[in-house]
């Protein structure tokens, strides 16, 4: 006589797992839609209206944008139309230009560089102008955040490699306001006609353009009011440490794997003095004094 039992709780456990998966992904679903309407992000398909490649693997793109303007240091998921993969990409805004100059908080475009890193960032970099994207953003904090008590004191902004993207959009929104930027590349260098730094110094590790080696060899944060970096996290550390060592005020923007980019998912957890914090919804920017690199 055939028993069926074993089969039966077989099948039955697999429905109990199948409704638990279900009702995880319903009400991590209803996070991440109430979280969204709780912020200024939004998410909308964009007309790309520009693509070229400004490096060997990176590529410069630029989308319409009706939502809100970003600010330094903040992100966009950018997912193509033409799409093989299901989740957008953190890529950093690194520019705007409003569509009106009277309404520069709202429409325009923005404009992202892309690194070659996997199949995501492909097709991102294969757009042509006149596709479509989804983008969602702007997501995360902002240096002008970071950077609440403002004065005339020079600043120092710190870049390494496409990291270079949300410095640059922050460069733009210092006006008037002192600063030198310092920006590392393995070969050539780009993303640095628009700005206008006090002093700019610029670090290939090949020697074709500017001093050769890294940036960090290259800079000394004393004389400094605060300093705002972004870059491969071995950078970071070391910019960290000596600003930790001269006491100066250091931020910087790292850079983990996401999901959803608004906190649901619990995908980006960032090591920090405190405890634990989400990238995407704590940061991307943080104090240097508060990081714990070596997690």
């Not at 033409?82 to 950093?92: D, K, M, Y």
Request: glycine fraction near 12%; charge should be positive.
């Amino acid at each position: 006589m055939l028993n069926f039992s074993p089969i039966c709780q077989q099948v039955r456990g697999l429905f109990f797992y199948a409704l638990a998966e279900a009702l995880f992904t319903t009400i991590r679903s209803c996070f991440f839609t109430a979280s969204l309407l709780l912020s200024d992000s939004k998410l909308m398909k964009c007309e790309c209206t520009s693509s070229a490649f400004v490096a060997g693997d990176v590529a410069a793109l630029e989308f319409l944008w009706p939502g809100p303007a970003p600010r330094g240091g903040q992100f966009f998921l950018l997912k193509p139309q033409r799409t093989g993969v299901f989740l957008g990409r953190p890529i950093s805004a690194a520019g705007w230009k409003p569509k009106n100059a009277a309404k520069p908080l709202s429409g325009g475009i923005v404009s992202f560089l892309v690194l070659r890193r996997g199949r995501g960032s492909r097709e991102l970099m294969d757009m042509r102008p006149g596709e479509e994207a989804e983008l969602l953003g702007p997501l995360g904090n902002t240096w002008a955040q970071m950077d609440s008590n403002a004065d005339t004191s020079p600043i120092a902004l710190v870049s390494g490699g496409v990291g270079i993207a949300p410095l640059l959009l922050y460069a733009c929104e210092l006006g008037k306001r002192p600063f030198d930027f310092y920006a590392g590349f393995r070969t050539g260098s780009f993303g640095l006609e628009k700005i206008k730094p006090r002093s700019l110094t610029i670090a290939t590790e090949d020697g074709s353009q500017g001093l050769k080696g890294r940036i960090p060899d290259f800079f000394t944060p004393s004389g400094y009011r605060a300093v705002f970096a972004c870059g491969p996290e071995p950078m970071l550390k070391i910019v960290g440490d000596a600003c930790i060592a001269s006491e100066i005020p250091c931020y910087v923007s790292l850079e983990k794997h996401m999901a959803c980019g608004v906190g649901a998912c619990l995908g980006c957890t960032v090591k920090i003095t405190g405890g634990n914090r989400l990238c995407c919804k704590d940061g991307p920017i943080f104090n240097v004094e508060e990081v714990c690199f070596d997690h």
